[in-house]
Nanobody
Framework: QVQVVESGGGLVQAGGSLKLSCATS????????MGWFRQAPGKERQFVAA????????LYADSVKGRFTISRDNAANTVYLEMNSLKPEDTAVYYC???????????????????WGQGTQVTVSS
């Protein structure tokens, strides 16, 4: 079992920045990749970014490419999502998730992630 806990959400003005953290614990050796997803009220869950614990290029949704950066600290078992130039449309609950399968490519589908955090609210005011 892997535990996933997000933190760092909050209220920020448009154009501002936030950095989310995702701490993992438990059977961390069974993690393959970590992903960030978000869900706005009345909308479906959306892929944001993902990264493996080993070598490889992170993956980003087109809507956040160039503004968001995903990174990891293997020693701390923590993944980060640095969000810059935030827009009101970035407002959502942000979820961190772990997949235990070593996929050939990093999955964008939330259905392929096994462990989820409780989410952290990000609100961007205009």
């Amino acid at each position: 079992q892997v535990q996933v806990v997000e933190s760092g959400g909050g209220l920020v003005q448009a154009g501002g920045s936030l950095k989310l953290s995702c701490a993992t614990s438990g059977r961390t050796f069974s993690r393959s990749a970590m992903g960030w997803f978000r869900q706005a009220p009345g909308k479906e869950r959306q892929f944001v970014a993902a990264i493996t614990w080993g070598a490889g290029t992170p993956l980003y949704a087109d809507s956040v490419k160039g503004r968001f950066t995903i990174s990891r600290d293997n020693a701390a078992n923590t993944v980060y999502l640095e969000m810059n130039s935030l827009k009101p449309e970035d407002t959502a609950v942000y979820y961190c998730a772990a997949t235990s399968v070593s996929w050939i490519t990093i999955p964008r589908s939330g259905a392929l992630y096994d462990y989820w955090g409780q989410g952290t609210q990000v609100t961007v005011s205009s």
